[in-house]
């Protein structure tokens, strides 16, 4: 039987009590969403879950309207839900593959799909879905208010070079982990895990470092996930259990818990999978009690190093280097409140102005909330997330109820805080995202402005050549024949020259920001290039394009193709600086 479809709330409905502050919704609705009839939490689109959020695979659904507070904001539920299956799909997914997830309608899925392209949170590719990086700002909010990437990861990467192994900073989400930095080595055997994948406690070297604070209702709740998931099948970022767990597994994480009370580390000997060895130790808090506020986490596999060995070898480098994170938390001043966006109330009314019915202007407003917070602004009273987004307090407050109920937010008091699983909205795929990647959808949009292919290069390790790493051809008869991964000499090409610019003393394509080369490297051949900057202004890659000189005279490369160049770069610019505040994004 096909799953019901529920009626989405109307775009118009006034909220009520606009001025009291969000009720308190049940905690265990923090467990990622309603509840069924069974006492089993589920997700917005109806399936079961883990009390980590994640949903069980196998199961559909619609919509559940069972246990969610009465203000929440339907839409903003299942644009969430949404945002969720894209992540578990790695990215990507059809329209009709979301429906099918999602168990949605087709027509909700559009409109939904089209108000978080308009967002630049998704892009379509025909009848395809992409996970757009401008997404990660929303997880970038939550990692800025939280400070520890920004403090501790300089440690862990000096620790991961220091020891040659990987490195990992971790933080607790409820009955699991998620990573919030990853520092790890190129090898032919390396680690798969991303930034904001989720793992469960059980069977990592910090979970029982968190569990040493978990209260009775915490344990309560890991052994309820325990019985409905017992194979782990709802933790995408690990492999499934061969068996499932039983009693006698659920013991053995109780004594490792006890045993990192008593020693101050944890060990996890081959639990995730066969050969996959870590030891981890506490960063506690600044102040009275000094409780954990990460784990750092040294990773490695048993042809390396045995699980005795890291506890004998490398566990007093780990901890000499939490020394230094935390006098690094204690010695660190507060920081001072960064911009909070601005005008973002009148964008998404003028969207829905100008595209109607098909932009969802309550998901799109609610979106928003997310990005109140930052650094500087850890914790936000309703009022000042009001302030911050342009939004009225009703609007504000009903989107904080929804992600309340969601587990996105927590509430203390008149003040709310972003959770860790806010990184669950994207942020694992996108954090491998690489620059060719990023500018791909840019090069095509490019393309089809200026009928012309275009390309983006890097200089290769030696510096004396270009290497073409993204290009987008167009249909000619006559065309520039050049394929990713083609290198041709730097000095020879405008694509070189705007790379090594930014190597050498400034030559003229510094002061005028682009290299124009005229039938240098073979007769009839012209090329235009600008640079691509990364966040700290250095010049990551160069954007060009090529074509027959009779085609554009050198003026008309200056005056029409130019701006454009320009334009398009600073759109790739834009998404990575977004993809790169807290991961590496790999130039090839």
Known sequence: ??????????EGAAPPAAEQEPQRVDPGAGTGGPTTGAGRPTTGTGRPTTGTGRSTAGTTGSVAEQGVPAEAVTPLIRGIAVLRELTEAGGTLSLSGLERASGLARSTVDRITATLARTGYVRFDGRDVHLSPRLMELGNAYMSALRLPALLAPHADALADELDESVSLAVADRDGIRFIHQATRRRAMSLSFRIGDLLPAERTAPGPLFATEWTAADWQRWRERRAADPRDLSFTAVPPRTYEGDAEDDEA???RTREASAHGWSLDDQLIEPGLVAISVPIRSPGPGGRIASVASVVSHTSRHTARNLRTTLLPRLRSAVRAMERELHAAPPPEPGPPPSDLALWTGASKQELGREFIESLARGLTVLTAFGEGRPELTLTEVSRATG?????????????????????AGRTFSLTPRVLSLGFPPLSRTSLPEIAQPHLADLTSRIHESTSLAVLSDSGEEIQYTARVATARVMSVNITVGTRLPAYATALGRVLLADREAPPSVCSQGYALVDEELEEGLRSLAVPVRDRSGRVAAALGTAMHASRHTLRECETDLLPELRLTATRIESDLHTAGRFAQVPPT
Do not use: D, N, S, W
């Open 1 to 10: 039987m096909p799953a019901k479809r529920t009626p989405e709330t109307p």
């Open 253 to 255: 994480f109780e004594h």
């Open 391 to 411: 939004l009225a307090r009703a609007t504000a407050r009903r989107a904080l109820i929804t992600y309340e109920h969601l587990g996105l937010v927590a509430a």
